[in-house]
């Protein structure tokens, strides 16, 4: 039973270019979170997906950043135009959301913007 | 505000000699407290989910005990592969994500 995958685990982008970080949940699961993890500040909540419906976005900044969970395909955190201070790692992770509130992590993708 | 603290920062222990981590949480209602593993470059790994005051889980050397303010991860007898920063999460009532802590970096020396 495959575990959380994400792709790529490692990107490299410019400043100003577009990231896109994808993340297909466990079999069985359909609800997806996006967590961003800095150096020194442990994990941060960035938005909560359904499929195709966006549940909290609460910790998402509001500019440049967006996320999606579509019908069929994986979910993707997309960063436009980015900025040094987007370099990080970026989990997600995925439950079933029926009555158990277990998350279960990716390995991960980490963003360096040069 | 809701509020994880993770003490201590970090705990160098030799082999075989236990000790405990603690989480102190500030919520206004929990409805589950979680603890996860995490060795470097790698995502979080899932361990316990405690719901309620006075429960208590056990894997292996790990022993995770919950009271209405905090949360204990002993660790008994440890081996140098137990050396990974462990995590600890609530999730408050009326909410569907997590809230973690800084964590503890654990290191076990043979």
């Known amino acids: 039973n495959a575990g959380v995958m994400q792709n790529p685990r490692h990107l490299v982008r410019r400043r100003g270019q577009e990231a896109r970080l994808r993340c297909s949940p466990m079999?069985?699961?359909?609800?997806v979170y996006w967590y961003r993890q800095l150096p020194e500040e442990g994990l941060k909540f960035m938005v909560y997906?359904?499929?195709?419906?966006?549940?909290?976005e609460s910790g998402m900044p509001k500019e440049r950043f967006s996320a999606e969970f579509p019908k069929e395909g994986p979910s993707i955190l997309r960063i436009q135009q980015v900025v040094r201070g987007d370099s990080a790692a970026y989990f997600c992770?995925?439950?079933?959301?029926?009555?158990?509130?277990?998350?279960?992590f990716g390995p991960g993708t980490r963003l360096t913007v040069t | 505000e809701d509020q994880v603290t993770q003490s201590p920062e970090a705990l160098r222990l030799q082999e075989g000699e236990s000790s405990s981590l603690n989480c102190s949480y500030t919520?206004?209602?929990?409805?589950?407290l979680f603890w996860y593993r995490q060795d470097p470059g790698k995502g979080p790994e899932f361990l316990f989910t405690?719901?309620?005051a006075g429960e208590e889980k056990e894997k292996e050397r790990l022993k995770a005990t919950l009271t209405k303010k905090e949360s204990f991860l002993h660790i008994t007898a440890p081996k140098p592969e137990d050396s990974a920063t462990y995590l600890c999460?609530?999730?408050?009532?009326?909410?569907?994500?997590?809230?973690f802590g800084k964590g503890t970096m654990l290191l076990v020396s043979p």
């Open positions: 992770a995925s439950s079933t959301g029926t009555g158990s509130y277990e998350q279960y």
């Open positions: 997906l359904q499929k195709e419906n966006i549940i909290d």
């Open positions: 999460a609530v999730l408050p009532a009326g909410y569907s994500t997590l809230t």
């Open positions: 405690l719901y309620s």
């Open positions: 919520v206004s209602g929990l409805r589950g």
């Open positions: 079999k069985g699961h359909s609800h």
